[in-house]
């Protein structure tokens, strides 16, 4: 079935660095999807891209797509303590299935202030 | 807060027993979503309800049953529980039949001793 993997599992960093997760997947993407995880808390919707090669900025976030819709970037640029959480990828279900979301692992962000 | 409610928050009980999660989606959201998230597996969707119908299924257990009343709340069954089967329960909701962009519950932390 669909594998939506991503690295690092962990990042560590000061306050002020930037900060890089990266999504692959098995196959071919429609589209893809950034979620954000505080501590304690439930996914929440960052972002949605669907072209191919397309790149979305939110304030300090840049999102990227890449050119054969298999892979995915989020990038942070002078991470802030409010940064903190996991950031899933998440791919729409190959198929028949293309109702349900497919989340990697996720990238676990803390932040040293 | 994403409009959306589940109940309880925490759950404990034993093995071999039956539990009953409990979701209400964000106002005029049609479509529920049932994901399970654990350390080691990450967040796994389970069952997809539009509307009061079974719309996709991923990884759940047979031991595992949900429907969607006609005031489109919903509810997942968990029975025969295992230790295995502790895990944050999300809920989310969105208005359409395929929306990737889904808004979660605070979930239900149970755990089976």
């Known amino acids: 079935g669909q594998q939506v993997m991503q690295i690092p599992q962990y990042q560590h960093v000061q306050e002020g660095e930037d900060f890089t997760t990266y999504c692959n997947s098995s196959?071919?993407?429609?589209?893809i999807q950034w979620y954000k995880q505080r501590p304690g808390g439930h996914p929440v919707f960052l972002i949605q891209?669907?072209?191919?090669?397309e790149v979305k900025k939110q304030k300090r976030l840049t999102f990227q797509f890449g050119e054969a819709k298999k892979n995915s970037s989020l990038h942070i640029t002078a991470t802030q303590t409010t940064d903190v959480g996991t950031y899933f990828c998440?791919?729409?279900?190959?198929?028949?299935?293309?109702?349900?979301?497919?989340f990697g692992k996720g990238t676990l962000l803390t932040v040293n202030p | 807060d994403s409009g959306v409610t589940q109940t309880p928050k925490h759950l404990i009980t034993a093995t071999g027993q039956r539990v009953t999660l409990r979701c209400s989606p964000r106002?005029?959201?049609?479509?529920v979503y049932w994901y399970q998230q654990s350390l080691d597996q990450g967040l796994q969707f389970l069952i997809q309800?539009?509307?009061?119908?079974?719309?996709a299924k991923g990884n759940i257990l047979e031991r595992f049953s949900a429907q969607q009343f006609p005031d489109l709340h919903s509810e997942l069954n968990l029975s025969s529980l295992e230790l295995g089967d502790s895990a944050l329960y999300f809920c989310?909701?969105?208005?359409?039949?395929?929306?990737?962009?889904?808004?979660f519950g605070p979930g239900t932390r149970l755990t089976v001793t």
């Open positions: 989310a909701s969105s208005s359409r039949l395929a929306s990737y962009e889904q808004y």
């Open positions: 196959t071919t993407l429609s589209n």
């Open positions: 891209l669907v072209k191919s090669g």
């Open positions: 998440a791919g729409p279900g190959s198929g028949g299935s293309n109702y349900k979301l497919t």
């Open positions: 106002s005029g959201d049609l479509s």
């Open positions: 309800y539009y509307n009061g119908e079974e719309r």
